[in-house]
């Protein structure tokens, strides 16, 4: 029953999100916003809204194991799963911008959290609030960067009708909270009646759940030849985990950092290290590399499972 329930909990968590993006969306179109700020906001936390709500929930629940493993698994999977299953269909080419800065910027910001996690033990309310600064930083460095990624579900929802707007975004914001809830339970349920902590089945089962709108946002960026946005999504979803979802969460209720914790973030650290090592020399992520990092995905899952 807690799997049934968790995979409910996936499918409202997942349905909501889109609609609540489609709705907010169509709201910004029909009040004419411009469209980088569309493109900033909305679509830019649109793959991130899961494990906000996910992590939001679990820290509400008591459940801070599942809600930093969320963030660090999925950051995680991300990089050796989601890009390792990718470039294994099709080699990714990488903008210079993202060589240069973005990866990088991934690389200090887990490196960051690994130091705050390793000095302090915990993610308090003064931690979340550099997170959240940095953030900001990250926002303005968009902004003058002045590229704006529209999806193709923006233009498809900007003749809804008011009501429509209204319905999307209420259901799409109860699936959300629901959704989440669900999660939450059913995988602390999970963790108990397996003896595993919630440390592990926030890294791999709910990581990876949650990491399923990335998965998909990749393969139809690559199958429609824009591969640049696939490994965008990627290193602007793993900067938005840490940086506002960990943050914001923070700023809610200081959360424990488990020592564990440490050794999963050096894993996230090395995972975008890796991505940068391979990127640098021919500014693309080979189908040799996708498989070198879904090896390394496997090898980490089995590891936690020892």
Request: proline share 2%; net charge positive; hydrophobic share 55%.
């Amino acid at each position: 029953m807690n799997l049934v329930l968790l995979l409910v909990g996936f499918v409202l968590l997942t349905y909501g999100a889109n609609m609540f993006i489609d709705g907010s969306s169509a709201i910004a179109r029909r009040f004419h916003i411009h469209e980088i700020v569309i493109g900033l906001t909305i679509v830019a936390f649109g793959t991130s809204l899961s494990e906000a709500s996910v992590s939001i929930a679990s820290v509400l629940h008591g459940a801070n194991g599942v809600a930093v493993g969320n963030i660090i698994g999925s950051n995680i999977a991300n990089i050796l799963l989601v890009l390792g299953i990718t470039a294994t269909i099709s080699a990714l080419k990488i903008q210079k911008n993202t060589i240069r800065y973005e990866i990088p910027f991934v690389c200090f910001i887990t490196l960051l959290l690994l130091w705050i996690g390793a000095f302090y033990g915990m993610i308090s309310r003064s931690a979340a609030g550099i997170l959240l600064g940095l953030f900001g930083v990250f926002l303005a460095y968009l902004l003058t960067k002045g590229r704006a990624e529209i999806t193709a579900e923006t233009s498809d929802v900007q003749q809804m009708s008011g009501l429509k707007i209204l319905l999307y975004v209420v259901l799409g914001i109860t699936g959300v909270i629901y959704g989440s809830n669900l999660i939450v339970d059913s995988s602390v349920n999970i963790a108990r009646i397996m003896n595993v902590s919630e440390r592990i089945i926030g890294l791999t089962i709910i990581a990876f759940g949650t990491s399923l709108p990335e998965l998909v946002t990749c393969i139809v960026a690559v199958l429609k030849k824009r591969s640049d946005l696939a490994v965008g999504n990627i290193i602007g979803s793993n900067i938005v985990n840490i940086l506002f979802v960990l943050g914001v969460t923070g700023l809610i209720r200081p959360i424990p950092f488990e020592y564990a914790f440490i050794k999963d973030c050096a894993v996230a650290v090395i995972a975008a290290v890796m991505l940068w090592f391979f990127v640098v020399p021919q500014h693309k992520l080979s189908r040799t590399a996708g498989i070198m990092f879904l090896l390394s995905y496997f090898v980490y899952v089995g590891y936690l499972f020892m």
